[in-house]
């Protein structure tokens, strides 16, 4: 039986495991790393106001891509050629992005809504076709219940890429309402008693007075502006008691219902 010569364990053997233990310790030392780098990170994140169920998913991305790359430079130190699986890689990459393009926009979409928080659970808005109150801001689709009480759950990408309206992000809204009024009233009277009755109204903003004025003039008479501000959960009982008094308030005080002029009248009759 042939015994392997000195040189050749002097030349092949013995730098093979040099380069093995060299392996060796390049992956510990990467991954001890790669996890400080990850814990870094994560303090890092968790002192901002991002989602912890993000900061999961983009540090779970992180850790993996620094794991392959980590692979690839110990493929490198044996020698082994490492272009070609670079670009498998990233013809992977490619693939996998084109496949989910429309997953990828919403998670990207998802990032950016944590990060610059355009919205927040518990606001009111009307974004990406929909209007209702924020439930929660997911990694991919948000979740808003409309005022009728349905859950919608709109994409990302959609909401984003759309223009949003957010009636929770200052500490009051206008209510904005008509009081039709006839050619005969007195317009003078109407607001003064418009006016008055609308202190009544409960909800409103303290300091804040409501508008009364003259909005338009229309062929049946003038339409007064009636506008009380009040916070975004108070909207619709200011909306509907304001409503409720100007009809109390302009019946009690007489005033003219108003008329149809004879002319739209008789247009309407053709």
Do not use: C
């Not at 909306?239 to 009248?265: C, H, K, S, W």
């Amino acid at each position: 039986m042939a015994v392997p010569a000195p040189g050749f364990l002097a030349t092949l053997i013995v730098p093979f495991l040099f380069k093995l233990l060299g392996a060796i310790a390049l992956w510990v030392v990467g991954g001890w790393l790669i996890a400080l780098a990850m814990r870094l990170l994560r303090r890092i994140f968790n002192r901002g106001r991002l989602d912890p169920v993000l900061v999961g998913y983009l540090l779970s991305i992180l850790a993996v891509v620094l794991r392959v790359i980590l692979v690839v430079a110990i493929l490198g130190y044996f020698g082994v050629e490492t272009a070609s699986f670079a670009a498998l890689l990233a013809g992977a990459g490619l693939a996998i992005g084109a496949a989910w393009s429309g997953m990828l926009g919403n998670f990207a979409a998802g990032v950016f809504l944590q990060i610059f928080r355009p919205v927040s659970p518990g606001d009111y808005v009307e974004a990406g076709g929909v209007e209702g109150t924020v439930e929660e801001v997911g990694i991919f689709v948000t979740a808003i219940t409309s005022p009728d009480n349905v859950r919608h759950y709109v994409g990302n990408a959609k909401l984003f890429g759309d223009n949003i309206k957010n009636y929770s992000a200052t500490p009051y809204r206008r209510v904005e309402l008509v009081a039709q009024l006839d050619n005969s009233a007195d317009v003078g009277k109407a607001i003064s008693l418009l006016k008055e009755g609308i202190k009544q109204v409960p909800n409103q903003v303290e300091g804040k007075a409501a508008d009364v004025e003259v909005l338009e003039f229309s062929e049946r008479g003038p339409r007064l502006a009636v506008r009380p501000y009040t916070h975004t959960a108070n909207y619709w009982q200011v909306y509907f008691d304001t409503n409720r008094m100007i009809v109390e308030v302009l019946g009690q005080a007489g005033f003219p219902v108003p008329r149809i002029p004879v002319a739209m009248q008789g247009g309407a009759a053709n």
